[in-house]
């Protein structure tokens, strides 16, 4: 099939299927829907951090602010499953990818949240910039200039303490920002967030 790889790439958009992929030690079942899957070979520094993260930190809880497909959500999953995991998800074809990919492989104690964290319950409006579940998508208008935007959709954005009541918060919780989630460093709740939080990368 690699001498075809156009042809190949266009069967991937049209089948479903399930592979089989080895992360950490562990066995992984990876969905493959219209074409869409998460990556499990990159960011192999991430699985480093996230084994020394359960190991330093008392927290035993993971916010993922941006969980796109799962990249973070397998690694911790296969280097530390008793975590408990809330992702945050406002790409609605990324939510349902990750629900697949939960479901899949039986992931304990995870919660995916199809909403953006923010100063305030609002809508806004994320672009993107290649397929529907495009990692480099942002709510900051115009972010990637030098790109051309593929799509615009809204989608629902909660404040940050209807957030830390709704879930069953124990103690402590760990937190991984991604890069294009804008200006929460001058969010007036960070103190909650840091408050609630021993390790925030």
Known sequence: MKIFPETTNSLKKLLNFIVTRNLNGEKLKIPCIHGIKVGVGNEKWMSEVLEKLTKITKGNVFWDVGANLGQSLVKLKTVDDPWAYVGFEPNPTCVFYLHDLVNKNLFSDTTILPVGLHIEDTLLQLETYGDDADPLGSIVCNFRESLTIHEKNGFPCSHIPHCLSL???????????????????????????????????
């Not at 991984?176 to 200006?183: A, E, G, I, S, T």
């Open 167 to 201: 879930l069953s918060l124990k103690k402590l919780i760990s937190l991984k920002l991604m890069q294009k989630v804008p200006n929460l460093m001058f969010c007036p709740h960070w103190n909650l967030l840091f408050k609630w939080t021993d390790l925030t990368f």
